[in-house]
């Protein structure tokens, strides 16, 4: 394994063991997490692969393949910088519950694809926790494990994300989604599998990233608490007649509003739909989610848009953008005999605008975090 190879070339003798935890893509459920709401993400087939060996001093020694020739030494953890702030936020944050986690000698591997929007940051998190979990015996779950990984980022990195992406990382299952709860933390894997229907779940990669991304999440979500609090609710999950709401509220709070509560019916009706067997009867709950975010949330972009409408147009079932939005993916549901011309399709908008050629891959659901060596 390369990341081994990598571990005794830079660090030296041999690793204790080597972990993955996956990316994710999020089938429907956007700007939901944060609310107490309902998500249906599954974890990709790429993510991050790390090599790690206890140390018995507090010492974290990084090595990434993605980043080579930066050997990060930390012997203080706030001092963490760039790509290394992931990893130690999770020890950071093992460490200030009381866990007895002392220092690591780490090799990182990634494939998620770059700019994609598909949770790399979760990945590396999520495959540093359940490494310290088992070699320090820690005994802690998936769901532990995601919640570790959703503090290290939150208050360590200080992104406030919810905690969709890391759950999962931690809880995927093959062929199957995974319904997350948000309030209760219940989850339930859902299958799905469109090739047993002759479609396929495509991710287009937008290949941009605006940099407007990571303010705008923090104020969307303050949107959100702002509106939850003028209802007099504990969360925008909590809005059952949303007439009534819309009626309290003006402005933003009332667009994000409405966006919230429809999305997380759109994840229930979903969620009915696979049961049923009718895969591709999805494809119009992917467009509604899509609209919503667009002009609701407003959190799609020219790139995303066009996307989503050039796969229509070229007969995909359904698309919409994917992820925190403002760049990253859009997914797209596709017959196999229409695959193509529906690559074709988004292509040609894009030339057409003078954008470089977004990138395409096939998602099928894959397991979540485990130990591999
Ligand atoms: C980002 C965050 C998630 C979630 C999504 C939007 O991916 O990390 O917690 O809020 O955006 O659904």
């Given at each position: 394994m390369r990341v081994v190879d990598a571990f005794r070339e830079n660090l030296g003798g041999e690793p204790a063991g080597v972990w993955h935890a996956p990316g994710r893509v999020n089938l429907i459920g956007e700007h939901t997490d944060y609310n107490d709401g309902f998500v249906l993400p599954f974890a990709v087939p790429w993510g991050v692969t790390a090599a790690v060996r206890p140390r018995e001093d507090d010492t974290i020694r990084l090595v990434s393949l993605q980043a080579p020739g930066r050997q990060q030494v930390i012997e203080?953890?706030?001092r963490a910088e760039g790509w290394a702030r992931y990893p130690a936020g999770v020890f950071w944050a093992m460490r200030g519950d009381g866990l007895p986690v002392r220092g690591a000698d780490i090799v990182i591997d990634g494939d998620?694809?770059?700019?994609?929007?598909?949770s790399s940051s979760a990945a590396l998190e999520v495959a540093v926790a359940i490494a310290l979990n088992d070699l320090y015996g820690l005994g802690l779950g998936g769901l532990e494990l995601a919640k570790i990984s959703q503090r290290a980022e939150n208050d360590f990195v200080g992104m406030p994300c919810g905690i969709m992406d890391q759950a999962a990382s931690a809880l995927g299952r093959e062929g199957h989604a995974l319904f997350l709860?948000?309030?209760?933390?219940g989850s339930r894997a859902v299958p799905f599998d469109p090739s047993a229907y002759g479609m396929r779940l495509l991710i287009i990669n937008t290949g941009v990233h605006h940099e407007l991304a990571d303010g705008q999440y923090a104020r969307r979500r303050q949107d959100c608490e702002n509106a939850a609090k003028r209802l007099g609710v504990?969360?925008?999950?909590?809005?059952?007649d949303l007439a009534a709401a819309l009626q309290q509220l003006t402005g933003d709070e009332r667009k994000r509003t409405q966006h919230v509560v429809t999305e997380n019916h759109r994840v229930e009706a979903l969620i009915g739909l696979l049961r049923a067997g009718?895969?591709?009867?999805i494809g119009a709950l992917l467009i509604a989610s899509h609209l919503s975010l667009r002009?609701?949330?407003?959190?799609?972009?020219p790139e995303l848009d066009i996307a989503v409408e050039a796969a229509v147009k070229g007969g995909a079932r359904g698309a919409r953008m994917t992820g925190g939005g403002f760049g990253g993916s859009a997914i797209a549901l596709v017959a196999e005999d229409k695959a193509d011309k529906v690559q074709e399709q988004v292509r040609l908008a894009y030339r057409e605008r003078g954008w470089a050629d977004p990138t395409f891959f096939t998602a099928t659901p894959a397991a979540g975090a485990r130990r591999l060596a």
């Open positions: 203080e953890i706030d998620v694809p770059q700019g994609a929007g598909l709860d948000c309030r209760s933390l504990a969360a925008l999950r909590d809005v059952t009718a895969v591709q009867e002009d609701q949330f407003e959190v799609s972009c």
